[in-house]
């Protein structure tokens, strides 16, 4: 079977054709997850903000003047969404703290898993997106550097960079709570 390229699959949607478009949502859509987890740090939320962004992109596809730039046109969209969503998801926790008083304490399992995801959550925007699709979308190098209009060397490089910046943080901020840890494993 021929296997379309997304500028084919684009100028197919163009014309009406939703099966065209299904595609692009199928190749497209796991990167979107992974680009929207990267800003929202919540599955459920960036499986919203991705289907959210699938429908802006369908609704806007008239207005994409290189059919070669879906995926980064795209990419765009779901940034935007995810943002407007965690601005909004923002305002709405500090609501809720207001009105609740203070949290519970947690184990110290859940406070690494905590540092972890605050040390990712501080990484640029770059490195970010790249190990939310590498890791946590399971995308390869080349699919994510597809998604983010980079080189798959490019996406390497971040994760490159990604890793020793989490590891860094990690041992700066929160070198008690990984030796209580540890003190815990064989």
């Known amino acids: 079977m021929e296997t379309k390229s997304d500028a084919e699959l684009v100028e197919s949607a163009r ?25 929202l740090a919540d599955r459920h939320a960036a499986e919203d903000a991705a289907q959210e962004a699938f429908a802006v992109a369908c609704r806007d596809l008239p207005r994409l003047r290189d059919a070669d730039r879906f995926p980064a046109w795209l990419s765009a969209i779901c940034r935007n969404v995810a943002r407007g969503m965690a601005a909004s998801a923002a305002r709405r926790v500090a609501m809720e703290a207001a009105a609740s008083g203070a949290e519970e304490a947690t184990p110290a399992e ?33 699919e994510a550097a597809r998604v ?9 490089g971040r994760l490159q ?19 209580r840890i540890r003190g815990r494993m064989p």
């Open 15 to 39: 014309r009406g054709d939703i099966d065209g478009f299904g595609e692009l949502y199928r190749r497209h859509y796991g990167g979107m997850v992974g680009i929207a987890y990267a800003l």
């Open 110 to 142: 859940r406070e690494i898993v905590e540092f972890v995801r605050q040390s990712v959550v501080r990484l640029p925007a770059a490195h970010r997106e790249a190990v939310m699709l590498h890791y946590f979308s399971g995308l390869s190098h080349e």
């Open 148 to 156: 983010l209009g980079v080189t798959p060397q490019a996406v390497h």
């Open 161 to 179: 960079r990604a890793r020793r910046a989490i590891a860094k943080d990690l041992n700066r901020r929160h070198a008690d709570a990984v030796a």
